[in-house]
């Protein structure tokens, strides 16, 4: 009778085991993403990049653009599918513009934009995520005009 408690014992821990296993699975089939991005010509310095599903449904990622590259792994990317791409590099104003600007410090300024709007609030990017695919897009943007 002894055994035969030690056998269960293994025998729902292996279950257990397997269970997640499963749950460790990758069920929406999330795929690395990564790539370059250049402003007018150049590697954009800093920044950030978003994808964001063309479906109703869908699953949204993002990362920052650290001297002209970003990388987005598997564990949190994107299923396969289209997307809109997002990207955004801003600055503050080191020279106020108005006596309220003044009046604020260096660090509360407001910034403006860098990149042109058609590559991020009125975006034209797309890219198609492919499931077990080299998914590495590179985009060339240009920048905003102030």
């Known amino acids: 009778m002894h055994q035969a408690l030690r056998f269960s014992f293994w025998q729902l821990t292996a279950i257990g085991m397997l269970l997640l296993a499963g749950c460790a699975d990758n069920p929406l089939r999330r795929q690395a993403v990564e790539g370059a991005v250049r402003m007018d010509g ?75 709007a058609r590559f991020n609030t009125a975006t034209t990017l797309s890219v198609e995520v492919r499931p077990d695919a080299n998914n590495v897009f590179d985009f060339d943007v240009e920048s905003a005009d102030r």
């Open 42 to 116: 150049a590697a954009l310095t800093g920044g950030n990049i978003e994808f964001v599903p063309q479906a109703p449904q869908g699953v949204s990622s993002g990362a920052a653009i650290v001297e002209g590259r970003y990388s987005i792994e598997a564990a949190k990317g994107l299923p396969p599918g289209d997307y809109l791409v997002r990207i955004f590099s801003s600055t503050k104003s080191e020279v106020p513009r108005t006596p309220e600007e003044a009046a604020l410090p260096a660090d509360h300024r407001p910034g403006w934009e860098l990149v042109d």
